[in-house]
Protein backbone atom coordinates (compact mmCIF):
# COMPACT_ATOMS: atom_id res chain seq x y z
CA UNK A 1 0.00 0.00 0.00
CA UNK A 2 1.48 3.35 -0.62
CA UNK A 3 1.73 6.15 1.90
CA UNK A 4 1.39 9.90 1.38
CA UNK A 5 4.38 11.03 2.78
CA UNK A 6 5.10 14.60 1.83
CA UNK A 7 4.03 17.93 0.75
CA UNK A 8 6.05 20.41 -1.19
CA UNK A 9 5.34 24.22 -0.77
CA UNK A 10 6.89 27.27 -2.27
CA UNK A 11 7.45 30.27 0.15
CA UNK A 12 8.89 33.55 0.07
CA UNK A 13 10.90 32.99 3.08
CA UNK A 14 11.99 29.45 4.17
CA UNK A 15 13.33 30.06 7.27
CA UNK A 16 9.86 32.32 8.13
CA UNK A 17 7.81 29.31 6.89
CA UNK A 18 10.03 26.80 9.00
CA UNK A 19 9.52 28.74 12.58
CA UNK A 20 5.94 28.80 11.85
CA UNK A 21 5.64 25.07 11.20
CA UNK A 22 7.95 24.34 13.90
CA UNK A 23 6.71 26.65 16.71
CA UNK A 24 2.98 26.06 16.16
CA UNK A 25 2.27 22.74 14.21
CA UNK A 26 6.12 20.76 16.30
CA UNK A 27 7.38 19.77 12.99
CA UNK A 28 10.93 19.82 13.19
CA UNK A 29 13.61 20.34 10.24
CA UNK A 30 14.71 16.71 9.12
CA UNK A 31 17.68 17.61 6.34
CA UNK A 32 18.31 20.01 3.34
CA UNK A 33 18.41 19.80 -0.31
CA UNK A 34 20.15 22.65 -1.39
CA UNK A 35 18.04 25.33 -0.47
CA UNK A 36 15.09 23.12 0.12
CA UNK A 37 14.64 22.28 3.94
CA UNK A 38 12.11 18.98 4.92
CA UNK A 39 10.60 19.13 7.79
CA UNK A 40 9.24 16.23 9.66
CA UNK A 41 6.42 15.01 11.60
CA UNK A 42 6.02 12.27 14.35
CA UNK A 43 4.69 9.98 12.02
CA UNK A 44 7.05 10.57 9.51
CA UNK A 45 5.43 13.00 7.08
CA UNK A 46 7.14 15.76 5.52
CA UNK A 47 7.02 19.43 4.60
CA UNK A 48 9.26 20.68 1.94
CA UNK A 49 9.38 24.17 1.86
CA UNK A 50 11.08 25.71 -1.43
CA UNK A 51 11.74 29.46 -2.29
CA UNK A 52 10.15 31.27 -4.30
CA UNK A 53 9.85 35.08 -4.59
CA UNK A 54 5.81 34.55 -5.33
CA UNK A 55 4.22 31.29 -3.59
CA UNK A 56 1.62 29.60 -6.18
CA UNK A 57 -2.12 30.68 -5.80
CA UNK A 58 -3.70 28.11 -4.72
CA UNK A 59 -7.49 27.73 -5.68
CA UNK A 60 -10.04 28.97 -3.00
CA UNK A 61 -10.97 25.65 -1.88
CA UNK A 62 -7.06 23.98 -2.03
CA UNK A 63 -6.22 23.13 1.63
CA UNK A 64 -4.46 20.90 3.86
CA UNK A 65 -5.17 19.74 7.36
CA UNK A 66 -3.62 19.09 11.02
CA UNK A 67 -5.55 16.38 13.29
CA UNK A 68 -5.13 17.00 16.73
CA UNK A 69 -5.58 14.89 19.64
CA UNK A 70 -7.88 16.21 21.37
CA UNK A 71 -10.28 19.32 20.71
CA UNK A 72 -8.42 21.15 23.64
CA UNK A 73 -5.26 21.05 21.72
CA UNK A 74 -7.19 22.49 18.67
CA UNK A 75 -8.17 25.28 21.09
CA UNK A 76 -5.17 25.84 22.31
CA UNK A 77 -3.57 26.23 19.02
CA UNK A 78 -6.45 28.72 17.90
CA UNK A 79 -5.43 30.84 21.28
CA UNK A 80 -1.55 30.59 20.34
CA UNK A 81 -1.65 31.58 16.59
CA UNK A 82 -1.09 35.12 15.95
CA UNK A 83 -4.46 37.23 14.96
CA UNK A 84 -3.20 37.60 11.42
CA UNK A 85 -3.03 33.86 10.69
CA UNK A 86 -6.53 33.26 11.61
CA UNK A 87 -8.48 32.69 8.71
CA UNK A 88 -11.92 31.55 10.55
CA UNK A 89 -13.24 31.50 14.12
CA UNK A 90 -13.26 28.28 15.82
CA UNK A 91 -16.41 25.65 15.64
CA UNK A 92 -16.74 23.19 18.47
CA UNK A 93 -19.06 20.60 18.61
CA UNK A 94 -18.63 17.66 20.20
CA UNK A 95 -17.91 15.87 17.31
CA UNK A 96 -15.79 17.68 15.37
CA UNK A 97 -13.57 20.78 16.62
CA UNK A 98 -11.98 22.87 13.66
CA UNK A 99 -10.41 26.28 12.17
CA UNK A 100 -8.90 27.37 9.35
CA UNK A 101 -5.58 29.43 9.39
CA UNK A 102 -3.21 30.69 6.89
CA UNK A 103 0.89 30.44 7.23
CA UNK A 104 3.07 33.72 6.71
CA UNK A 105 2.71 32.82 2.88
CA UNK A 106 -1.14 32.13 2.67
CA UNK A 107 -1.56 28.62 2.33
CA UNK A 108 -4.95 27.71 3.71
CA UNK A 109 -4.70 24.85 7.16
CA UNK A 110 -7.10 23.16 8.50
CA UNK A 111 -6.06 22.07 12.09
CA UNK A 112 -9.11 19.62 13.45
CA UNK A 113 -10.25 16.77 16.02
CA UNK A 114 -12.93 14.43 15.30
CA UNK A 115 -13.54 10.88 17.38
CA UNK A 116 -11.41 8.22 15.97
CA UNK A 117 -12.83 5.15 15.21
CA UNK A 118 -12.55 2.27 17.82
Known amino acids: MAT ?3 LHLHVRSVEQ ?5 ETHFGLREHVR ?3 VVFLRDDGGMDL ?3 P ?17 ATPEAVRTLHAALPA ?21 DGHLIEVYWEPQPA
Request: aromatic share 16%; net charge negative; with cysteine.
Open 17 to 21: AKAFY
Open 48 to 50: ALA
Open 52 to 68: SPQPDVMPPWFHFGFRL
Open 84 to 104: DAIAEPLSDAPDFTVFRCRDP
Open 4 to 6: LNH
Open 33 to 35: HGD
